[in-house]
């Protein structure tokens, strides 16, 4: 089987962020098949080429194939990204794809870039092949929940357009989201062919890791900085624990890149935040090995409906699978921390809540944090291991395709 995966955003584990797309390549060509995926050159975050070799579009990193599409910069901002987004998806249908790719057997698209999407279905059908469209955000859904767009808007409308289409067309649907089912069938109008396969881990390359021996107890953060992600709410998390007289010791890491992450640094200066600390993002290949010095984890969702559908945040699974208990701020169905009793679940962007959270494990004893710890890693390892979701894969592809 050859499977061609249209992702504009994809990353290799030589960078920093989620690796999906590398992992699932990765088991399934170890079962025998053949995948490439096709992203930008250019990392999203980070606005950096990330092709290693900077005179071949196609490429193999760490055993994955990548097919690069070479990329402007590009600016920052809402409508530059999605003028990027349909850029993309127009070099996609130029582009004259190298005889060692072979012919695909099938092709996934991924959205939320929904005019990538619709390019790879034309890929598909040129091809004669099924399509297969992964659904990893709910555009335009998203954008009309977190406030950034009314449901009026044209951009929202046009999405709207492309997403039933999509929807319709596919001849599968995979999504992340485990309480979206209804949502997709909805448009679809049909409720055959949608499968949830979330986000996971490769718990072959991640080694339980034994608690650290920190002077101060280390609440990590590691993801993206930007508005989807809470992280005003963890920085006033970290000025209220600062605030407590009993909690002079605990110190707070975050650790990534995005577009308020200077906004950020600049708020901790003003507010006096000295138990705060800034840091570089880390690529995949090696960001669990800094993960390990943390005592535990903290992540938060924005308060917005659209998480009533549920999540699959990466930096989720990487925090249960390194073994540490979480503090999590989150109203969402399936919550992975509360579902294996992995730490502390408060109110999502609630400051308070999670401040008495952290001050409630710094003060646990060591064994009651590590009972959780291994709550969470045994969870990933039962149900969010990429290997065995890579199987799962194979055998919807398999199905689909004969």
């Not at 975050?254 to 800034?278: H, T």
């Not at 990466?314 to 701020?329: E, T």
Request: charged letters at 25%.
């Amino acid at each position: 089987m050859n499977v061609w995966i249209f992702n504009q955003y994809a990353i290799p584990a030589t960078a920093a962020g989620g690796t999906r797309h590398q992992s699932l390549a990765r088991h399934l060509r170890a079962l025998g098949h053949e995948v490439v995926i096709i992203a930008s050159e250019r990392n999203l975050l980070t606005k950096s080429v990330q092709r290693i070799n900077r005179n071949a579009a196609l490429e193999t990193i760490a055993g994955v194939p990548f097919y690069w599409i070479a990329m402007p910069e590009g600016a920052d901002g809402l409508f530059a990204r999605v003028a990027a987004m349909v850029s993309f998806a127009i070099k996609m249908l130029r582009e004259r794809f190298p005889e060692e790719m072979g012919t695909p057997d099938a092709v996934i698209g991924s959205t939320p870039n929904h005019f990538v999407a619709l390019a790879a279905m034309w890929v598909a059908r040129r091809r004669n092949c099924p399509f297969v469209l992964e659904v990893r955000d709910l555009w335009p859904q998203t954008l009309i929940d977190l406030g950034r767009m009314s449901a009026r808007h044209p951009g929202v409308r046009l999405f709207s357009l492309l997403e039933r289409t999509l929807y319709r067309r596919a001849d599968t649907v995979l999504t992340l989201l485990p309480s979206s089912v209804d949502y997709i069938a909805a448009k679809r109008c049909s409720r055959e062919g949608i499968h949830w396969l979330p986000n996971g881990i490769d718990l072959d390359l991640v080694e339980a890791a034994e608690p650290p021996s920190n002077d101060a107890f280390e609440v990590m953060y590691v993801g993206a900085h930007g508005l989807a992600n809470g992280m005003d709410s963890l920085l006033e998390t970290a000025r209220i624990v600062q605030a407590r007289a009993c909690a002079e010791r605990i110190h707070f890491r975050f650790i990534g890149d995005g577009p308020i992450k200077a906004e950020l640094m600049q708020r901790a200066r003003e507010w006096g935040l000295r138990n705060v600390a800034f840091e570089a993002a880390i690529p995949k290949n090696c960001i669990h090995r800094a993960m390990a010095k943390a005592d535990a984890f903290i992540a938060t969702l924005k308060d917005a409906p659209v998480y009533r559908w549920g999540v699959s945040l990466n930096k989720l699974y990487d925090y249960l699978a390194v073994g540490r208990p979480i503090v999590f701020g989150a109203d969402t169905p399936l919550n992975p921390v509360a579902e294996a009793d992995a730490g502390i679940v408060t109110p999502p962007e609630d400051a308070e809540a999670m401040a008495s959270a952290v001050l409630e494990l710094a003060a646990m004893p060591v064994e009651a944090r590590a009972r959780l710890a291994r709550n969470g890693r045994e969870f990933v390892a039962r149900h969010h291991d990429n290997a065995a979701l890579a199987k799962r894969l194979e055998r919807i592809l398999c199905e689909l395709i004969a």
